[in-house]
């Protein structure tokens, strides 16, 4: 028998995020694109330092809402995935 999913994630010797790649991801590049299109348009008539900080600050915001959302989401389909396994080994 193959070794389990879990032997294979933490023994393997890379992470499940090095197949994620969206830099490739097609919607990915168009918001970032916009993104960045929204942002130039909101620092507007601001200095380089000026316009450097608040885009460098948004940026660190979006990422930890970003980050928040991903581990609640991971959390949640954790439990369900343990409680679908469990009922798996009642039956």
Known sequence: MDKSIIWDLVFSGSCYAD?????????YKKCSSEFEQ??????????EEEKYKLMWDITMLQGSLESEASQEYFKEGFKLGMMIA?????Y
């Open 19 to 27: 197949k994620i790649k969206l830099g490739e991801n097609k919607t």
């Open 38 to 47: 929204k942002l130039e348009k909101l620092c507007e008539g601001m200095t």
């Open 86 to 90: 469990a009922q798996c080994f009642l």
